[in-house]
């Protein structure tokens, strides 16, 4: 099975921007989780789709928003960029073994705002 | 509300020795735990978890973590460190009841290195 993917894995903008992440999941998962990653923050949980529906959400102001495909594939976007905003951004996707569910990671997205 | 705390940012081993990464978590709820590596440049690769059952967990590339509920913690080690294995390793829980959602708290973070 192809692993968890991410589009584009570098991107460079500038205050005042826009920006959109994709996501494709591993075939036959239907959970997708953001996540953000900073030196200073550490790995923080943005927010998770399921059925295209978001099930959980972190504490992120409003200018970050996602949304989920019919295919499972997983979108976020970023209005009115910060410098704050640069980061790693990691997409997975999860599977439910032994009632469990097991977050499987895409290699992330280096977001660098200028 | 569930948590983690990693004591010690930066643990530096010399290769074959012992490695030990420590992990304390707060929970309210039965913990589903993790442990995960990530490498330079690349996403997050799952070491091991802890669900119910056998308190000792074996994961790949030889770590095991055990589980201690009356210590709330859920150390990681390694008999003997290769120099393979420096990277940044990070414990985690899963929130909600039976890790049941796709939403990971994670802790800080520690950066193992290995010296030759």
């Known amino acids: 099975k192809a692993g968890v993917t991410q589009t584009p894995r570098y991107l460079i903008k500038t205050r005042g921007q826009q920006v959109t992440l994709s996501c494709s999941p591993i075939s036959g998962h239907r959970s997708v989780s953001w996540y953000q990653q900073t030196p200073g923050q550490g790995l923080q949980f943005l927010f998770e789709y399921f059925s295209e529906t978001q099930r959980n959400k972190g504490n992120f102001p409003g200018r970050f928003s996602g949304r989920q495909f019919s295919n499972s594939r997983s979108e976020m976007n970023v209005s009115t960029l910060e410098l704050g905003d640069s980061a790693l951004y990691l997409c997975?996707?999860?599977?439910?073994?032994?009632?469990?569910?097991?977050?499987?990671f895409g290699p992330g997205t280096r977001l660098t705002v200028l | 509300a569930q948590s983690v705390t990693q004591l010690g940012s930066h643990v530096s081993v010399s290769e074959g020795a012992l490695v030990l990464l420590r992990c304390n978590y707060s929970s309210s709820v039965p913990p589903y735990l993790f442990w995960y590596v990530q490498y330079p440049n690349q996403g997050l690769q799952l070491l091991l978890k802890?669900?119910?059952?056998?308190?000792l967990v074996k994961g790949i590339n030889g770590f095991e973590a055990e589980f201690k509920k009356s210590e709330t913690s859920f150390h990681l080690t390694k008999p003997s460190a290769h120099m393979s294995d420096a990277a940044e390793y990070f414990c985690a829980v899963s929130v909600g009841n039976s890790g049941n959602t796709g939403k990971l708290i994670f802790g800080q973070g520690t950066t193992l290195q290995v010296k030759p």
């Open positions: 997975a996707s999860s599977s439910k073994r032994e009632g469990l569910v097991e977050q499987f």
């Open positions: 802890y669900t119910t059952g056998a308190t």
